[in-house]
């Protein structure tokens, strides 16, 4: 779906950012990148936004940044189009179609993920992703920039990957308007905050620009995205209530894709912003996809009040609750204000192993956390990751002991096993150092930690010999059995009651030996191609 062709008139604002140049209104948020609109100025107008991811498991995502992308661009005044291949069939037809009726001045590709970061069955992106833009090579001499979470971990390797010269690295909403106004002249793109050369030295990087959260414009999803197909799947759309994290957790990329600071939306324009897509897309559920929802202190206060304030009859999720410092007023204020489930990220309940992965909170914190949630009326999916540095028998017991005793009766474990190398990151160091990572390779292809004090055989014995009730843990290689995919469409269909995930325990004694759980753990296969 795409928004009406007159891109929107620049309105004329006051304030600069580092370009000096005009300002973007639309409700709450103001931007301002450029001084006059691109036709204005003679420049290239068109730009394709094409958003690559086509993963379905464990649920397809809306593709929120690359609509913010577009949504920026359209206020700066470019005619702009959104091609998702999400759930196309032939994607290089789709794009063939794409290119022929609009053909555009400027391609913007926006890539989700590299690979499913899943140690036992491993699946790199990438080959697809090449196979799209050797193919956009051949058909179009626009310009393409790089963009998206996935970009943003490894921009240069991926621009190297792809044989292509632009990339930007974290938030796409001013880097894309910068580059694509100055389309013909790439000694002038490769100077924008947070854009990536091919074959440049990396300082770009480092002096990004974060966007004040002032700046943020509404992503207006449903001008872009045909959210009724998602809602088929998962009957709630995501919303940001802040970016970046201020932590540095050992293994973590989200400091490079969303910034190591917090930057925290105005309440109001996040509760603006669902009553908008209440309005337009029907959707009633909402998920927090913020990098940790209870954190810095005070904004989950700030930010369910004012839904408690707005009176939204919505219901909502997050993807990401710390245990650390959680109270049981926040609970409840959670509960109060329509939070119905959420995803808290322990990754292990041994201190050793917490210190290991530099979290900031301990095997304390982690009980108090259980304690509360489980007293609650909201539904919780505790994820932790197996074979983390310092991870022996010892450590895998005691989460065991948590997942068997801490974990209330409503409430399931997700399970990732290794944990995905990135480039950069102290994990990286660390299997450099003990020889799990060669320095020369890239990462491009999935790479996995696994401890070298357990071997991921034994800590599958450990886990079926502890685990009281297996069918309560999600392992991420159960999530891409195809029959899941039927079964969430019809649960939508019907307005079973969410988060889907809550039927796990069923699916699990259907999938029976099927499961990863019951097939060895030897070590990994490549990453399939
Ligand atoms: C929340 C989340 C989830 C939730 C999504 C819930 C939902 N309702 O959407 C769940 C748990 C379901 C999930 C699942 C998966 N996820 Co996830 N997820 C995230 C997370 C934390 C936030 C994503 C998000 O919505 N961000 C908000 C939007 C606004 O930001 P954005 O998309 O990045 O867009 C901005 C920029 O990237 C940029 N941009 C985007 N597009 C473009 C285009 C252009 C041209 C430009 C210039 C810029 C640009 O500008 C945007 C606006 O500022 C990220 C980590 C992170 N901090 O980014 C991981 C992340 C994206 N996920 C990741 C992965 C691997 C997965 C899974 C494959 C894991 C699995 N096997 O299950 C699945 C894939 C699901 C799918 N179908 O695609 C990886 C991807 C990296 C990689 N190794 O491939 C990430 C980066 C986490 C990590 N490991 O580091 N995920
Ligand atoms: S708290 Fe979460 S988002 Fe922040 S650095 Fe640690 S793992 Fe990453």
């Excluded at 009957?235 to 989200?254: D, E």
Aim: charged share 20%; aromatic share 8%; net charge neutral.
């Amino acid at each position: 779906m795409n928004p009406p062709p007159t891109p929107a008139p620049l309105p004329q604002g006051e304030g600069e950012l580092s370009q000096g140049e005009g300002e973007l209104s639309q409700g709450r948020s103001s931007v301002r990148f450029l001084a006059m609109t691109p036709a204005e100025e003679g420049l290239l107008s068109r730009i394709l936004i094409i958003s690559t991811s086509r993963e379905l498991a464990p649920q397809p995502t809306v593709p929120i940044g690359a609509a913010w992308v577009a949504e920026a661009l359209r206020l700066a005044g470019f005619s702009v189009k959104l091609l998702d291949l999400c759930f196309e069939k032939h994607p290089l037809q789709a794009i063939d179609r794409a290119l022929a009726g609009f053909r555009p001045d400027g391609i913007g590709l926006s890539v989700r993920n590299l690979d499913n970061c899943d140690f036992l069955s491993p699946i790199s992106f990438l080959p697809e992703l090449k196979q799209i833009t050797d193919f956009l090579k051949t058909r179009s001499n626009a310009p393409m920039l790089l963009g998206g979470a996935g970009v943003s971990v490894m921009p240069k390797e991926l621009l190297d990957y792809l044989q292509l010269d632009f990339a930007v690295v974290g938030e796409g909403e001013r880097a894309a308007v910068l580059f694509f106004a100055c389309l013909g002249e790439p000694a002038k793109a490769a100077l924008i905050p947070g854009v990536v050369c091919r074959g440049g030295t990396g300082k770009k990087q480092a002096c990004q620009e974060r966007l004040s959260p002032s700046a943020f414009v509404m992503p207006r999803m449903h001008d872009w995205i045909d959210t009724g197909r998602y809602l088929g799947f998962e009957p709630a759309l995501p919303v940001q209530g802040k970016r970046g994290c201020a932590n540095h957790c050992l293994y973590c990329t989200y400091n490079k894709i969303e910034g190591a600071s917090w930057r925290l939306r105005e309440p109001g324009a996040v509760v603006e912003e669902i009553s908008s897509a209440m309005r337009n897309t029907g959707a009633r559920e909402f998920e927090f996809v913020d990098s940790i929802f209870n954190q810095p202190e005070g904004y989950l206060e700030a930010l369910l009040e004012e839904i408690l304030r707005s009176e939204l009859q919505a219901k909502f999720s997050v993807s990401s609750l710390s245990p650390k410092g959680l109270t049981k007023g926040q609970v409840r204020l959670m509960e109060r204000s329509g939070m119905t489930s959420l995803v808290i990220t322990p990754e292990t309940a041994s201190d050793v192993t917490l210190g290991a992965l530099k979290k900031d909170f301990t095997e304390e914190d982690v009980m108090r956390a259980a304690e509360l949630i489980s007293s609650s009326s909201i539904k919780a999916l505790w994820c932790f990751l197996l074979g983390g540095p310092k991870e022996d028998e010892g450590t895998l017991v005691k989460t065991i002991g948590f997942i068997n005793g801490s974990l209330g009766k409503k409430d399931s474990a997700f399970i990732t096993t290794g944990i995905r190398i990135y480039p950069g990151t102290g994990l990286h160091e660390l299997a450099i150092r003990e020889g799990v990572a060669a320095a020369a390779d890239d990462l491009l292809m999935p790479r996995f930690y696994f401890s070298p004090e357990i071997s991921p055989q034994k800590a599958r014995e450990t886990l079926r010999k502890g685990v009281s009730d297996l069918s309560r843990c999600i392992f991420l290689s159960d999530t891409r059995q195809s029959s899941l995919g039927v079964w969430r469409r019809i649960g939508a269909m019907l307005g079973l009651p969410t988060p889907f995930w809550r039927y796990a325990g069923y699916m699990n004694r259907l999938a029976g030996s099927k499961r990863v759980i019951s097939r060895n753990w030897s070590l990994p296969p490549a990453a399939r191609k």
